[in-house]
């Protein structure tokens, strides 16, 4: 009798709740005998936790364990929670799966790292830029000197420009900050382009030269008269532009830049059909300053050849600094012809 005063109490609640009373909670069962017979096998039941009508409280099915007492038939319903459809307006039991909250990697950001000069992972160099910044220049003096000679000059030309675009934009600098930063800028080339490789940057048959960058040229079809028996050939004033020379300070205070130049001709089959050595008295230069551009005018005169298309080499060694020659070369084309023409340039 008790049992079956529980059970109807149970379907009675059950219709009691708004949106539950459409299912009944012995859908699909064929009689109770069947869920006590699920429970000798020991089969989970499921409790089924009401929502009450308070806002945002959540509660949630969990599985119920077996039979406990013999007196009591467990009810199975056949329509989990979960799978019921909502109707608007009504409120019903409402179940939710716990777990750990999702994480979205596209929106996680990495942790900055936290700089540590005792690690040995830290490159010396960002040691150097670091005690720059903060006004610690003797300890960037002496981690500087675990790099060679060179380097460390490199360095203390390229540090003092990055300190001062880290701490000044470059609008809010002064004139006079803009004269330290091209001095130093202007060191660093002269550290590095006697590095760099030697260049022959222009090559110009002219009928004339007065200067750097400030000539007249022939045309480009222009052919030279070749020297015969009773007249000297042409003269041949070849304009030419150096780049990454050296002009290096001596101990008397003026600048060195010493070159030794050469020419060559070859006919269409690569055969040498003349060649010529420059003194190189006349191609060593002194100035009381550091020279940046440099051109020359080597003039000569064209040679006895039969007329036809040559090729013309000039090669260049920049002796300036021992031990550290560098050669550049330049080719174009040389015409000779037998007669005499209008642009001559005896």
């Given at each position: 009798m008790a049992r079956k005063s529980a059970l109807l109490w149970f379907v009675a609640l059950w219709f009691a709740l708004p949106g539950c009373g459409h299912v009944?909670?012995?859908?699909?069962?064929?009689?109770?005998?069947?869920?006590?017979?699920?429970?000798?096998?020991?089969?989970?039941?499921?409790?089924?936790?009401?929502?009450q009508e308070q806002p945002q409280r959540v509660v949630t099915k969990t599985p119920a364990g077996p039979r406990q007492d013999a007196e009591t038939e467990p009810l199975e319903p056949i329509v989990k929670a979960?799978?019921?459809?909502?109707?608007?307006?009504?409120?019903?039991?409402?179940?939710?799966?716990?777990?750990?909250?999702?994480k979205n990697a596209l929106f996680e950001l990495p942790k900055p790292a936290v700089f540590d000069e005792n690690k040995d992972a830290v490159e010396p160099l960002a040691l150097v830029l670091h005690h720059m910044?903060?006004?610690?220049?003797?300890?960037?003096?002496?981690?500087?000197?675990?790099?060679?000679d060179a380097t460390q000059e490199f360095v203390l030309r390229v540090m003092p420009p990055l300190?001062?675009?880290?701490?000044k934009s470059i609008d809010q600098m002064s004139a006079q900050e803009w004269s330290v930063l091209k001095d130093h800028i202007e060191g660093l080339r002269e550290l590095l382009?006697?590095?760099?490789?030697?260049?022959?940057?222009?090559?110009?048959?002219?009928?004339r030269v007065n200067g750097f960058a400030d000539f007249e040229s022939l045309p480009e079809n222009h052919a030279f008269l070749a020297k015969a028996t009773n007249r000297p050939g042409d003269l041949v004033q070849l304009y030419i532009e150096l780049k990454n020379f050296a002009s290096k300070q001596t101990k008397e205070g003026d600048y060195l830049?010493?070159?030794?130049?050469?020419?060559e001709l070859k006919d269409m089959h690569g055969e040498k059909v003349w060649s010529h050595a420059f003194d190189k008295?006349?191609?060593?230069?002194?100035?009381?300053?550091?020279?940046?551009?440099?051109h020359g005018n080597f003039s000569f005169y064209a040679p006895a050849l039969p007329a036809g298309t040559y090729q013309l080499t000039i090669q260049v060694v920049d002796e300036t600094i021992p031990n550290h020659r560098r050669v550049a070369r330049k080719s174009q084309v040389f015409r000779v012809t037998p007669v005499a023409n209008s642009t001559s340039s005896r």
């Open positions: 009944s909670p012995f859908a699909g069962a064929e009689a109770p005998s069947r869920a006590r017979e699920a429970n000798r096998r020991d089969e989970p039941a499921y409790s089924t936790a009401v929502a979960k799978d019921k459809k909502p109707f608007a307006g009504v409120s019903g039991v409402v179940t939710i799966e716990e777990g750990p909250p999702a910044l903060v006004g610690e220049h003797n300890k960037a003096i002496q981690i500087l000197k675990t790099y060679d300190t001062l675009f880290a701490k382009r006697d590095r760099c490789e030697l260049l022959v940057t222009k090559m110009v048959y002219c009928k830049t010493k070159l030794a130049c050469s020419l008295n006349e191609t060593t230069h002194r100035r009381s300053a550091c020279v940046n551009d440099y």
